[in-house]
């Protein structure tokens, strides 16, 4: 059996989605009942369900089947406006630090979902050197939180046992339930379907131009196929990022949603909210030199290709990833 945690939330079901495809279906999801993100499971395989909290008792009490072949540990509040640092500690923390050293005294396979927000305004630089992992100050609660695991897992050596992976900006079918935190390509597609326009914020630092801020944006689609090198490739582990590895600027992206939709470009400027402004991160790019090294030699989609295939296949029909 293969377990996902978080695995009715966006990269979760995609996850499944893909294993689904290789006539996967021996899956144990875990996850919040309750949540909208259930309907990323309605046309996915999986043997059962377990809410997080219940699990989680399982595994401490040592009540779970020996027989798991490997755990995706994507589960987790991503919200990086979230204030409550008791709850951020517990929930990515302290949760996956149980998980973890139940998988590595157990000898299951474990690949754990980090986060690009670990950089913070990138000057410590993009390298998922496990050796200057300190040297990073996250800009808010929810990437010290995968920082502080990040930390764990290295001093006590688990980085030698598992895999954690820096995704960066991943966006995609499946993220319709995050709210505020979906991507700009699903929110863009909102606003040039209502009003014609796209709002982009101003920037308020003097080495970008309004719009001109840069991002590591990845497609679902690859940010899936890379994790599932990890599960293909047990002997890999470590820290390692999952970005496209080329930085794009935000007009870039809101001009390739215009051109998947088929309309002329017409971006506004508004003002940076004075909540984010001082933890906007305003370049990212990955250094995913440790990620060929490893092993994995496949072409990334492109911003314009990606965004096109979102838009035209999943938001305009309002698809959820398949099975099929």
């Given amino acids: 059996m293969i377990i996902v945690t978080g695995g009715a939330g966006f990269i979760g079901s995609a996850l499944i989605a893909a294993l689904n495809k290789r006539g996967i279906t021996d899956i144990l999801v875990v996850d919040e009942n309750g949540k909208d993100k259930c ?100 800009l808010n609660l929810y990437g010290n939180s995968k920082q502080l695991f990040d930390l764990w897992a290295r001093e006590k050596g688990l980085l030698k046992k598992i895999v954690s992976l820096k995704y960066f900006n991943v966006f995609g079918p499946n993220e319709y339930h995050k709210g505020n935190m979906r991507s700009f390509v699903l929110k863009a597609f909102e606003q040039i379907r209502d009003t014609g326009e796209v709002r982009l914020f101003k920037s308020h630092n003097p080495d970008y131009a309004d719009g001109e801020y840069k991002r590591d944006f990845l497609y679902i689609k690859d940010a899936v196929d890379m994790t599932l090198f990890f599960y293909d490739n047990s002997k890999i582990k470590g820290l390692f990022n999952l970005g496209a590895g080329k930085a794009r600027t935000w007009n870039d992206l809101a001009k390739a949603v215009f051109a998947a939709m088929g309309r002329k470009p017409n971006i506004k400027y508004i003002e940076m909210p004075d909540s984010i402004r001082n933890q906007y991160q305003y370049f990212t790019q990955a250094d995913i030199t440790k990620l060929r090294k490893a092993g994995y030699k496949k072409q990334i989609t492109s911003l314009e290709d990606a965004t096109k295939d979102y838009v035209q296949n999943y938001l305009q029909n309002n698809k959820y990833l398949s099975s099929v």
């Avoid at 990086?80 to 923390?93: F, G």
């Avoid at 149980?98 to 410590?124: E, F, M």
């Fill in 39 to 138: 309907k990323n499971l309605a046309n996915l395989s999986f043997a059962d369900y377990a809410e997080k909290t219940d699990f989680l008792k399982i595994v401490t009490e040592k009540r779970i089947s020996t027989n798991i072949e490997a755990v995706f540990h994507m589960g987790a509040c991503s919200d990086t406006t979230e204030t409550d640092a008791e709850y951020l500690k517990k929930n990515n923390y302290q949760y996956s630090m149980l998980l973890t050293q139940w998988a590595t005294d157990a000898n299951v396979r474990l690949i754990h979902a980090s986060s690009a927000a670990t950089y913070g305004d990138g000057s410590k630089g993009f390298s998922d050197d496990e050796a200057k992992i300190e040297q990073l100050r996250p």
